[in-house]
Each structure stands twice: as C-alpha cells, then as structure tokens.
Antibody, heavy 118, light 110 residues
Framework: EVQLVQSETEVKKPGESLKISCKGS????????IGWVRQMPGKGLEWMGI????????RYSPSFQGQVTMSADRSTSVAYLQWSSLKASDTAMYFC???????????WGQGTLVIVSS | EIVLTQSPGTLSLSPGERATLSCRAS???????LAWYQQKPGQAPRLLIF???TRATGIPDRFSGSGSGTAFTLTVSRLEPEDFAVYYC???????????FGQGTKLEIK
C-alpha cells in the first residue's frame, strides 16, 4: 500500500529554522515527483513546488521561490520542506503529494501543521 | 501564468439537489490538465476528476466533469450529505512544470 506519512505539528518562534518531512512507502520513491501544498488558516490550497527524488530536480512556484527549500533523501525515502527563518505568515498546514499522475496527484500525506508565534 | 477563477464562492443547496460548480481559466488550457479536488475540514484534498471528465478511482458516478478551452464545470447530480465540502479546480502546465489551484467553491447545506 502506497503511503505518505508526514511529520507532526511544529510550534516555532519567528526567526527560527524548521524542516518538515514526508516519508513515502509502498513504491519506488526515486521514480515519482513529490509536491508540496500550503493551506493557510481558513484559506485555499496553494502549490509551492515539486521535487524529483531521483535527481533532486526541483521546481518552485514563483510565490515560493527563495522562501523555502525542498529536498529529498533517496536512501530513506523522505522528502523535506525547510525554512531558514520562519515568519508568522508561514503558519499553515502543509501537505505533500505523490504526483501520480503528474498532472493530478491522487496520493496525499495527512498534512503537517506549522504554527509560528512569538 | 494561468489563473483559475472558480464560481460561485459559496453554493448553498439541499441534499438531493444538483450542484454545478464553475472554473474559468485566464487562457485556453488543455483539457488533459484540468482536475477537480474535494476537501473536507481537517483532511487532505481528494482527487475527484482528472483530464476534465475522468473520475478517479472510487469516485461515485454522481460526480461528473465537463468543459474545454477556458470554461470547465463540475456537476454533482444528486447531493449526498457527505458531498458538502470545498471543491478546487486545478491546472497543470507542463512547460515549465507548474500546478495551480483555483480559489475554491464551498458547497454548504442550505
């Protein structure tokens, strides 16, 4: 069974760094794009970007370029989303998705809630 | 960059009624790359329809999609209580690879 399991809720202060994870299982992690989606409280879904674990090819949506870093570890089948300096506006639920098919992802993680507050 | 505009923002209907949700693209797009998702509170999005009109695995046939060019529609023929949720259309652009969501339509019980 294909699964994407995301890391738990994080509570951080502005200016702190953070790395959240998405672990894939039940399939060849290397061969499928992983995408990240942000959902701010009470708001809609926003695509942040995608990463191909096979060669770490990464494509960021314009709004998120330079704001976050996506990475993947093929040896542990884990994709990461990280921030070097969090802002209160980064408070949101973050979902990862396996892009199968690439144009309409059907497999999603359960989401990681990130709360940034002083 | 393609912009997707969904209407209405909120749709209030009763169980058993028919729901029609609209998604308009800022320019003509391939019907292959238009999808619809359902999201309930506290849950991840669920793929309903891809390639404009193909139902995803396990999706009931009361859900249907149609459209072409810049105008796309998701129809729920007879609303069940579990259908009340937020619906998003989504587009994929292959060059460069980029996904975009519409802002969503909330389908609420009247």
């Amino acid at each position: 069974e294909v699964q994407l399991v995301q890391s738990e809720t994080e509570v951080k202060k502005p200016g702190e760094s953070l790395k959240i994870s998405c672990k894939g299982s039940g399939y060849n992690f290397t061969n499928y794009w992983i995408g990240w989606v942000r959902q701010m409280p009470g708001k809609g879904l926003e695509w942040m970007g995608i990463i191909y674990p096979g060669d770490s090819d990464t494509r960021y949506s314009p709004s998120f370029q330079g704001q976050v870093t996506m990475s993947a570890d093929r040896s542990t089948s884990v994709a990461y989303l990280q921030w070097s300096s969090l802002k209160a506006s980064d408070t949101a639920m973050y979902f990862c998705a396996r892009l199968v098919p690439v144009f309409a992802p059907s497999q999603w993680g359960q989401g990681t809630l990130v709360i940034v507050s002083s | 960059e393609i912009v997707l505009t969904q209407s209405p923002g909120t749709l209030s209907l009763s169980p058993g009624e028919r729901a029609t949700l609209s998604c308009r693209a800022s320019q003509s797009i391939s019907s292959t790359y238009l999808a619809w998702y359902q999201q309930k509170p506290g849950q991840a999005p669920r793929l309903l329809i891809f390639a404009t009109s193909t139902r995803a695995t396990g999706i009931p046939d009361r859900f249907s999609g149609s459209g072409s060019g810049t105008a796309f529609t998701l129809t729920v023929s007879r609303l069940e209580p579990e259908d009340f949720a937020v619906y998003y259309c989504q587009h994929y652009d292959s060059s460069p690879p980029m996904h975009t969501f519409g802002q969503g339509t909330k389908l609420e019980i009247k």
